[in-house]
């Protein structure tokens, strides 16, 4: 794990289609939209998050995928966005191999970190990581690099159900690789106020995890979903809708929640 001064976050679901990347992109968005200087490494292998900001895959020479097999430093694979203050390290299919081409390796599970540590890391005050939506060796470098883990959940039925299972895995990294691992925190996503049983999934998270989950609801929203198509990020797509509004407030959360830690870290 690399040090305080900045904040390591891994954007993590071992489900899918709960708006992890969106909420990657768009929390990385806002946090750079209100000043901070933002870096998204993309390790899921579909490149989701690269596409969604804009980075056409023939302009990836250089991806993570170089990073977690040694080549490269994450120096030389910071991209730029059309978003003022925000980077990515972008993906590549290659990331599909990676796990085979370092599985015999010693320090197959701190590839990230240690990457991280060679870097200028402190450049950045915050670090997303955008993960695999399944737990590989990808998921536990982004776990054992990171100081906490952000979980976006989507407000259905089985919702209680997949978070038990990456609570779990959160608590394997801890007892393994990471014992300092937090949970950032837990966002709601795809919340529809009209839907009884939504509400009824927010009520529940927020028995059973209270101050872990954010107060910041985000809402199902078309402009949302329209915006990675075009390379952009919904802020930038459209400021004023809903959805850029709840990650706007999402990012205020986040960085309240941030001070909070320090401060009291520092009494």
Same mark, same amino acid.
Do not use: W
């Given at each position: ?29 806002? #946090? ?22 804009? =980075? ?5 020479? !250089? ?17 730029? *966005?059309?978003?003022?203050? #925000? ?6 299919? +290659? ?11 010693? +320090? ?11 870097? +200028? $890391? ?11 939506? @399944? ?8 776990? &054992? ?8 959940? %989507? ?13 779990? *895995?959160?608590?394997?990294? /801890? ?5 300092? #691992? +937090?949970? %950032?925190? =837990?966002?709601? *996503?795809?919340?529809?106020? /009209?839907?009884? !049983? ?18 910041? !609801? =985000? ?5 949302? @979903?329209? &915006?990675? @198509?075009?390379?952009?990020?919904? =802020?930038?797509?459209? #400021? ?7 990650? !706007? ?15 009291? $870290?520092?009494?």
């Amino acid at each position: 794990m690399v040090g305080e001064r900045n904040r390591i976050i891994t954007v993590a679901n071992q489900k899918g289609g709960v708006g992890k990347t969106t909420t990657a992109i768009n929390l990385a968005t806002a #946090l750079a939209a209100i000043g901070e200087r933002v870096l998204i490494i993309d390790l899921d292998p579909q490149g989701n998050a690269s596409t969604g900001l804009g =980075i056409e895959r023939r302009n990836r020479k !250089l991806s993570s995928y170089d990073v977690m097999v040694g080549t490269h430093g994450i120096g030389e694979t910071v991209v730029e *966005t059309a978003v003022p203050n #925000l980077y990515i390290v972008p993906s590549t299919m +290659d990331l599909l191999g990676v796990e085979m081409e370092i599985s015999q390796q010693s +320090d197959r599970v701190f590839r990230l970190r240690r990457a991280l540590q060679a870097a +200028d $890391a402190q450049a950045f005050s915050y670090i997303l990581v955008d993960c695999p939506p @399944s737990f590989n060796l990808l998921t536990m470098n982004a776990m &054992a690099a990171a100081h906490s883990v952000l979980v976006p959940l %989507q407000c259905e039925f089985f919702a209680l159900e997949g978070l038990s299972q990456l609570l779990e *895995t959160v608590e394997q990294v /801890r007892r393994t690789v990471n014992p300092s #691992l +937090d949970i %950032q925190g =837990i966002v709601l *996503t795809m919340f529809d106020a /009209r839907n009884n !049983l939504a509400q009824q999934v927010v009520s529940d998270v927020r028995t059973h995890l209270g101050e872990k989950v954010y107060h910041t !609801l =985000i809402p199902r929203n078309v402009r949302v @979903s329209e &915006a990675p @198509s075009y390379g952009k990020p919904a =802020i930038l797509y459209d #400021l004023k809708c809903a959805g850029s509004q709840a990650y !706007l407030q999402l990012a205020s959360e986040v960085i309240q929640r941030e001070r909070q830690r320090k401060a009291k $870290a520092a009494a």
